[in-house]
């Protein structure tokens, strides 16, 4: 068991009344970044993320939900887990997370070490040298949020990630491996980062790697309204690196696409398409290219761009002025041999990294205070929401007492005549209205208030004493039994953000005669 892990039973009806315990729920993150274990793992993990959500639940049937977050920095797994009684897995704290972390992320785990096999094995890499970041419950949650809010990314307090992190929700949606905790998690982090936006400054800054990335690469030009542009590739920091460049005044920007996607996108850019075959030539005229693919082997090596260079460098409007490139592909667009060419300067994720400003230290802290207080009030609504399995169950006991009791109201065939004309002094008679017990004998029913037939719905009088219609009274039984159960829903709830939930649970135990054994939920 592991230490300051929170801890909830989850009850649910099961049938005859009984209470039974639910699947218990578990939230793991198990991720790869640009910190641990690197830029070159995280390039080979990326490339095998297309389809891992669903590979994963056929694989593990432990998991009920994963959500793949895959981004040019990073590789992470939100995983909905059916038990936490064996996690953790082989795992190296990253350097910044809290102490308190470590019991939760060190510990040896059958779940861990299955998905970073399952991980090694699909990236061609040894298993023992995979070293995740793995955090358990609370302080995954907690993460995740840290994520969603920029303040885990390579440039801290980047605005790209929360909109990253939305669209890994919608494929894992699309792909049917969004679990309802999994969307709780993502709602709650994407709030997280609005409010992180909102109070602090860190992502009015324009902190994002293709803003790094052109800094550095406008250092090694003229003035970039001045340059011309060509984007290599259509991935996802072609959008924002158009918009990048065009804030900065640069407007003469080409697209080239080898997957012949370069029209689609220039016209929804309002670009001009390179055409297939003619990437040299884009290239000889561009002052910067910017590689966004990442898909696959480098596109621009050495043989490729050296003649491109060297014409350049004999050109009227070339000369004194590099060919520079910038690699923004996860998994290198631009062979690192090119670098060293005359006329080239190649910046490629690794020099952005060492470019990265640091961000303001009181904007940091604001934000990660905002995260952290998220993140407190997330685990008390959560710790309320665990109840609800035992409110399920309270409210389904006294609806069946409610139905039951309605059920008695509805008379019986059998019955409905005696009901409907009422022995006086043991002889038949006018009880209800003018109505013998011939004419109900027959059948017939004057009183149009009153009919014999099933559902017995009509309002009337019986010995001078108001009848409430059926529908009626079953409605007065289920509104009092809603405000009856008003309360304890209220305090329920109240008990599990408190901590109490054990012994609320026993008093209900007790009252109603619920019946449940403790699990664990985080």
Same mark, same amino acid.
């Given at each position: 068991?592991?230490?300051?892990?929170?801890?909830?039973?989850?009850?649910?009806?099961?049938?005859?009344?009984?209470?039974?315990?639910?699947?218990?729920?578990?939230?793991?993150?198990?991720?790869?970044?640009?910190?641990?274990?690197?830029?070159?793992?995280?390039?080979?993990?990326?490339?095998?993320?297309?389809?891992?959500?669903?590979?994963?639940?056929?694989?593990?049937?432990?998991?009920?939900?994963?959500?793949?977050?895959?981004?040019?920095?990073?590789?992470?797994?939100?995983?909905?887990?059916?038990?936490?009684?064996?996690?953790?897995?082989?795992?190296?704290?990253?350097?910044?997370?809290?102490?308190?972390?470590?019991?939760?992320?060190?510990?040896?785990? @059958?779940?861990?070490?299955?998905?970073? $096999?399952?991980?090694?094995?699909?990236?061609?890499?040894?298993?023992?040298?995979?070293?995740?970041?793995?955090?358990?419950? /609370?302080?995954?949650?907690?993460?995740?949020?840290?994520?969603?809010?920029?303040?885990?990314?390579?440039?801290?307090?980047? &605005?790209?990630?929360?909109?990253?992190?939305?669209?890994?929700?919608?494929?894992?949606? %699309?792909?049917?491996?969004?679990?309802?905790?999994?969307?709780?998690?993502?709602?709650?982090?994407?709030?997280?980062?609005?409010?992180?936006?909102?109070?602090?400054?860190?992502?009015?800054?324009?902190?994002?790697?293709?803003?790094?990335?052109?800094?550095?690469?406008?250092?090694?030009?003229?003035?970039?309204?001045?340059?011309?542009?060509?984007?290599?590739?259509?991935?996802?920091?072609?959008? $924002?690196?158009?918009?990048?460049? #065009? &804030?900065?005044?640069?407007?003469?920007?080409?697209?080239?696409?080898?997957?012949?996607?370069?029209?689609?996108?220039?016209?929804?850019?309002?670009?001009?398409?390179?055409?297939?075959?003619?990437?040299?030539?884009?290239?000889?005229?561009?002052?910067?290219?910017?590689?966004?693919?990442?898909?696959?082997?480098?596109?621009?090596?050495?043989?490729?761009?050296?003649?491109?260079?060297?014409?350049?460098?004999?050109?009227?409007?070339?000369?004194? #002025?590099?060919?520079?490139?910038?690699?923004?592909?996860?998994?290198?667009?631009?062979?690192?041999?090119?670098?060293?060419?005359?006329?080239?300067?190649?910046? @490629?994720?690794? #020099?952005?990294?060492?470019?990265?400003?640091?961000?303001?230290?009181? *904007?940091?802290? %604001? /934000?990660?205070?905002?995260?952290?207080?998220?993140?407190?009030?997330?685990?008390?609504?959560?710790?309320?929401?665990?109840?609800?399995?035992?409110?399920?169950?309270?409210?389904?006991?006294?609806?069946?007492?409610?139905?039951?009791?309605? &059920?008695?109201?509805?008379? *019986?065939?059998?019955?409905?005549?005696?009901?409907?004309?009422?022995?006086?002094?043991?002889?038949?008679?006018?009880?209800?209205?003018?109505?013998?017990?011939?004419?109900?004998?027959?059948?017939?029913?004057?009183?149009?208030?009153?009919?014999?037939?099933?559902?017995?719905?009509?309002?009337?009088?019986?010995?001078?004493?108001?009848?409430?219609?059926?529908?009626?009274?079953?409605?007065?039984?289920?509104?009092?039994?809603?405000?009856?159960?008003?309360?304890?829903?209220?305090?329920?709830? #109240?008990?599990?953000?408190?901590?109490?939930?054990?012994?609320?649970?026993?008093?209900?135990?007790?009252?109603?005669?619920?019946?449940?054994?403790?699990?664990?939920?985080?």
């Amino acid at each position: 068991m592991m230490s300051g892990v929170c801890r909830h039973a989850a009850i649910v009806p099961a049938p005859h009344g009984d209470v039974s315990i639910a699947h218990v729920v578990t939230t793991h993150l198990l991720s790869a970044d640009h910190r641990l274990p690197g830029l070159d793992v995280v390039a080979r993990l990326g490339a095998v993320a297309p389809g891992l959500g669903p590979d994963l639940l056929e694989a593990v049937p432990a998991l009920r939900g994963v959500l793949v977050l895959s981004t040019c920095n990073r590789l992470t797994l939100l995983i909905d887990a059916d038990s936490w009684a064996d996690t953790g897995c082989p795992a190296a704290l990253h350097p910044d997370l809290r102490p308190a972390d470590a019991s939760q992320s060190a510990a040896a785990s @059958d779940l861990g070490e299955t998905i970073t $096999a399952f991980l090694a094995e699909r990236a061609g890499l040894p298993a023992s040298g995979l070293l995740l970041t793995h955090l358990v419950g /609370a302080a995954a949650r907690r993460e995740m949020l840290a994520i969603a809010a920029g303040l885990s990314s390579m440039v801290v307090g980047e &605005a790209q990630i929360v909109g990253q992190v939305r669209r890994a929700a919608e494929t894992a949606a %699309a792909e049917g491996t969004l679990s309802p905790e999994l969307v709780r998690v993502v709602e709650r982090a994407s709030a997280t980062a609005r409010r992180v936006a909102h109070e602090t400054e860190l992502s009015g800054q324009g902190r994002s790697v293709v803003a790094v990335g052109v800094d550095q690469a406008a250092g090694h030009l003229p003035p970039l309204e001045d340059c011309r542009a060509l984007i290599v590739g259509t991935g996802s920091y072609a959008g $924002a690196t158009v918009a990048d460049l #065009r &804030a900065r005044g640069l407007t003469d920007i080409a697209v080239y696409s080898a997957s012949n996607r370069a029209e689609a996108f220039a016209a929804g850019h309002g670009l001009h398409a390179v055409p297939t075959g003619a990437l040299s030539q884009a290239m000889s005229r561009a002052d910067l290219v910017v590689t966004c693919r990442g898909t696959g082997g480098p596109i621009l090596t050495a043989d490729v761009v050296a003649p491109i260079a060297a014409e350049r460098a004999g050109s009227a409007g070339g000369a004194g #002025r590099p060919l520079v490139i910038l690699d923004l592909a996860l998994t290198r667009d631009v062979d690192e041999a090119v670098g060293a060419l005359p006329g080239v300067v190649h910046l @490629d994720l690794a #020099r952005v990294r060492d470019a990265v400003p640091d961000a303001e230290a009181q *904007q940091v802290t %604001a /934000a990660r205070a905002i995260v952290e207080a998220e993140a407190a009030d997330f685990e008390r609504t959560l710790a309320g929401r665990a109840m609800d399995p035992l409110i399920t169950a309270l409210r389904a006991q006294v609806g069946r007492v409610v139905a039951e009791e309605a &059920a008695r109201l509805r008379p *019986q065939p059998a019955r409905r005549l005696a009901l409907a004309v009422p022995a006086v002094d043991g002889r038949a008679g006018t009880g209800v209205s003018g109505v013998n017990s011939a004419d109900a004998a027959a059948g017939a029913c004057p009183h149009h208030h009153l009919a014999a037939e099933p559902g017995f719905e009509a309002s009337g009088e019986i010995d001078g004493e108001p009848m409430v219609p059926l529908a009626q009274a079953e409605r007065a039984l289920r509104h009092l039994a809603a405000r009856l159960l008003h309360q304890p829903t209220v305090m329920a709830r #109240r008990a599990g953000q408190e901590g109490r939930e054990e012994a609320y649970r026993q008093a209900l135990e007790l009252v109603w005669g619920l019946e449940s054994t403790g699990e664990n939920r985080d």
